[in-house]
């Protein structure tokens, strides 16, 4: 399938990056790792005048903590977050949903930040970075923003980016204590979309729970933040009540539909059981899943 | 109609081609550069049919344009070995039946070559999660298996050997 004509730039700034997206008014799309991109555009749902090739920009591929954030460029693959060190011994969330994205030849080229951009209703990095109060870093000529990752995702492929800016980075807070988290995903093969999917994040001191987050993926037009949920774990810590409670208020906000992938009642009671498994196993209840238990053992080799 | 001039390795060799910026890698490999080993399947970035290593690291072509490849490094099947002297990974194709009707064969070889680059010693469990993005409807993935732990330790000896 050839994907419509377009003209090709490969800037090796992100000063011409802003050039060119000023330049073209809408008309250009930024090209990082392809893996969604490419595809609309052979399918014919994108059609951009221009492509504007960042693979060859040095410095979009840094992935480090600085001032209580850990900063992952542009060009950051999945494949690097789930070898990172730092990922797997501070962010376990993060380390949890990257290795059951897609597949390894994709995960080798797609990014975070074009996850966030795209903007998939089914994007697993969507619910996550909702869950851990992540931001993007956007850049134009005016200069930079900052923009929380709950006001970045505004409904099925649409954000709060401006066709003048480009998405540089994204930052996730640091953990201040213990950090525990887990991503619960069903697919029905390796590479499917998430029939659901259920981000679940907590930062504790001691048996104090001082931060959560819980967000959803594949039940709505856009990932789901439960901040309902969230406060009642922070309030009264994790137990058979709150663990409960929590789960019920996740699949009261859940708007899942029935596709080929589940009926929206199956997809609703998926989201309680799985904010319950993975709360379950934040207090030592639930083994971790199977299919956890797996990635952590190949993680420096997928 | 815009045509670019660009400068990509090809097994090996530096190779200046003409192509649209439109042209997917993999058209270019087989159309511009008439190397046929390298197959194109869903055209979905589901198979991995048309797998090529890019800089040492497995991509799907179908999913990468070919002037994304200028300044850069390819692998194609047509690189991994010669007739007279296999790569182990082809050798092990061959002796443990590693493949049926052959479609899936050129990119499950790039991974599982990438793979043992990366992990000369992979489990079971390694090679399976290593080639779940490369699909074979011949459903020989037993087979396919056993060739790349073939691979493995043949590759192991010949490094035995050297030392």
Known sequence: MYPPRF????????????QLLAMYQGEAKVLSGGMSLIPLMKLRFANPSCIIDVNNIPGLDGLWEENGKLRIGALVRNRALIRSEVVRARYPLMASVAPQIADPLVRGRSTLVGSLC???????WGAVMLALGGEVVAVSSAGER???????LLGPFQTSLRPDEFAVEARVPAPSGQPFGVYHKLERKVGDFATVGVAVFLDRSGSSVTRAGIALTGVGGTNIKVPAAEEVLVRGGVDDHTIGEAARLAAEVAKPQTDQRGSAEYKRHLVSTFVTRALQAAIGREPIDIRQRRFENVGSRV | MEIKQITVTVNGEPRVVEVEPRLLCVHMIREVLGMTGTHLGCDTTSCGACTILLDGLPVKSCTLFGIQTDGHEITTVEGLGWPSELHPVQEGFKEEHGLQCG???PGMMLTAA?????????????????????????TGYQNIIKSVQWAAQKMAERIAVHA
Request: hydrophobic letters at 30%; one cysteine or more; a negative charge.
């Open chain 1, 118 to 124: 795209h903007c998939d209703p089914q994007g697993d």
């Open chain 2, 114 to 138: 990438a793979l043992l680059e990366d992990n000369p010693n992979p489990t079971e469990d390694d090679i399976r999660w290593a080639i779940s993005g490369n699909l074979c409807r011949c």
């Open chain 2, 103 to 105: 479609f899936c064969t």
């Open chain 1, 146 to 152: 900052r923009i929380p990752v709950a006001d970045f």
């Open chain 1, 7 to 18: 003209h090709y730039e490969a800037p090796s700034s992100v000063d011409e990056v802003l």
